[in-house]
């Protein structure tokens, strides 16, 4: 292994160092420029490029666009698909029951909400970041927190060319340390930085644990005749039934494309389930099907949800620097929503540094940005479904619908929610139960029309990773997958994770567990779910992954 005490690497000073280029991150970095130009300001990307790793659904909130850049029709950016047709269905084995609209709160209408691919406007972003004296470095991963006692000083990024066993190849470069007298961690659901810097300052002690979905996507295009643009359905129901909480959306964007996802709350408990497989099902339902047949799949990609809500919101400032969007769980998990949240949380961050700055402060903590996400717009937005994730988790699809519908009804209507804030006790790996209390699921074979095996489907996401440098995916105890996780829950890592990273393999009566770490989609699925809290998933060097093209 590298020894960090020998490397020696030069450093860059800047006022605001972001690591993430994504919504909440580029947010940040733009609104840093539109107060003061002379603040200086870096975006550090791990993807290839700009929107590279970006993933979500998406039906666009303009609320943080609109108090970002107002003019952004003028200025092109790619909302395109305005929503006019929104559907909701419980789906069953065979068919399907519409859920009328006119019963739920105000909250869940998409009027005024654009069907985007995320990845592009996040491209949109970065030029109009670069416009305005922004330096953004692509496939510069941020792999390294540079600490000063307690206080975060910086990030080491761009550290390449490793040998498999960490130790520096012929090519070897050691990256750089990027210092900011702030430091934003915008990396998105369940970031190695937020992570470390979360545990080690204990940022969740008073919060409820953050609660995780896996969300699956795939874009297709269908026949002509098919295709709706605007068309919005969301589904849930069948066929997770019982067996885990989830659902899917169908959304119709542009050129005959239509971005098909499916989503699974992470506390299920059968270990049995393989939610990749749930996805590849649904695509069979009646409904389903006759939207796709005809039509190509054109790409796969995974990433988790934080879902938690307003209660698993850890603190958001520490010393030299705040957590941003994903790294700190805004979602609106029954709009399936957070991209706008992010965009706010990345100008509120942005307007606590630079007031700070031109106070002449640095290093501190940025109290005014917590206390403006926890008395503004994001935690108005989220405050009001803060009960729909638990009483799922708890009580089940029906009851979350009916009692969740009142508690959000009632919040809209006067700002108290009846049923208080629910907690949501265990961690997702903490729910996952023993396999000898439950039945194994038989899951039919993809067709290879409508739905698709692991791997042929990874070949969509367009993931590479440099094969002779260490595994990202790091086991604290490689005995576990084989002595502990395999015996009690039939090793879950199998099922569970969307690219087939994770294998069981018997030689000679042996088993053998194999990390196949090419094929990662950087979803953070292990890093959430193993019921062993054994993977730890880190960074790749930068520009590894998945390269999303209209994701």
């Not at 700190?328 to 307007?351: D, F, Q, T, Y």
């Not at 937005?381 to 803060?386: A, E, N, Q």
Request: aromatic share 8%; proline share 7%.
């Amino acid at each position: 292994m590298t020894d960090e005490t020998q490397i020696e690497r030069e450093s860059m000073e800047y006022d605001v160092v972001i690591v993430g280029g994504g919504p909440s991150g580029l947010s940040a970095a733009i609104r840093l420029k539109q107060i003061d130009p002379e603040i200086q300001v870096v975006v550090l990307e791990k993807g290839s490029e700009i929107g590279a790793h970006i993933l979500s659904g998406a039906v666009l909130d303009p609320a943080g666009l609109n108090r970002l850049i107002p003019e952004w029709k003028e200025k092109g950016a790619p909302l395109n698909t305005e929503v006019v047709d929104d559907n909701f269905f419980v789906l069953g084995e065979a068919g399907q029951v519409r859920v009328p609209n006119w019963p739920m709160p105000p909250l869940m209408n998409n009027h005024g909400n654009y069907v985007v691919s995320m990845g592009n406007v996040c491209r949109w972003l970065a030029e109009q970041a670069e416009e305005l004296g922004v330096e953004i470095f692509p496939g510069m991963a941020a792999s390294q927190i540079v600490w000063d006692g307690n206080r975060v000083k910086g990030v080491v990024a761009g550290e390449m060319g490793l040998n498999a066993d960490g130790t520096p190849g012929a090519m070897y470069e050691p990256g750089m340390e990027l210092h900011g007298k702030y430091v934003f961690i915008a990396e998105g659901v369940r970031g190695s930085l937020a992570k470390e810097i979360i545990e080690k300052l204990n940022l969740s002690d008073g919060h409820e644990p953050q609660k995780f979905g896996l969300g699956m996507k795939e874009i297709w295009e269908v026949q002509p005749e098919k295709f709706q643009k605007g068309r919005v359905v969301h589904t849930m129901g069948w066929p997770l039934g019982k067996n885990a909480g989830g659902g899917s959306f169908i959304y119709h964007f542009e050129d005959n494309q239509v971005l098909v996802g499916f989503v699974v709350h992470l506390n299920y408990a059968n270990p049995h389930l393989y939610p990749y497989a749930e996805f590849q099902r649904f695509k069979h339902h009646p409904m389903v099907a006759e939207l796709l047949e005809g039509g190509k799949r054109v790409a796969y990609g995974a990433r988790a949800i934080s879902e938690g809500g307003l209660q698993s919101i850890p603190e958001l400032s520490f010393d030299g620097g705040v957590l941003l969007g994903c790294s700190a769980g805004m979602v609106n998990v029954p709009r399936i929503k957070g991209n706008h949240n992010a965009m706010i949380s990345g100008i509120e961050a942005a307007e606590a540094a630079a007031a700070a700055l031109k106070e002449g402060r640095e290093g501190d903590r940025l109290t005014a940005y917590d206390e403006a996400v926890r008395k503004g717009d994001i935690a108005k937005d989220l405050k009001k479904v803060r009960n729909v994730k638990p009483i799922w988790s708890k009580l089940g699809l029906w009851p979350s619908l009916m009692l969740g519908g009142i508690d959000m009804w009632v919040s809209n209507l006067t700002g108290w929610n009846p049923l208080g804030t629910w907690k949501h006790g265990k961690t997702d790996a903490q729910a996952t139960g023993k396999a000898k209390d439950f039945q194994p699921i038989d899951y039919p074979k993809p067709d290879g029309k409508l739905s698709f095996d692991r791997l042929t489907n990874v070949a969509f996401s367009f993931t590479n990773h440099e094969e002779s440098q260490p595994a990202h995916l790091e086991l604290k105890d490689p005995s576990i997958p084989i002595k502990v996780n395999l015996p009690e829950y039939a090793e879950p890592a199998q099922r569970y994770c969307p690219a087939g990273v994770y294998e069981v393999i018997e030689e000679g009566g042996e088993a053998r567990f194999q990390i196949n770490f090419q094929n990662c989609v950087h979803c953070k699925t292990c890093d959430i779910k193993d019921p062993s809290q054994n993977i730890n998933w880190t960074t790749p060097q930068g520009g590894d992954g998945p390269n999303y093209p209209n994701m």
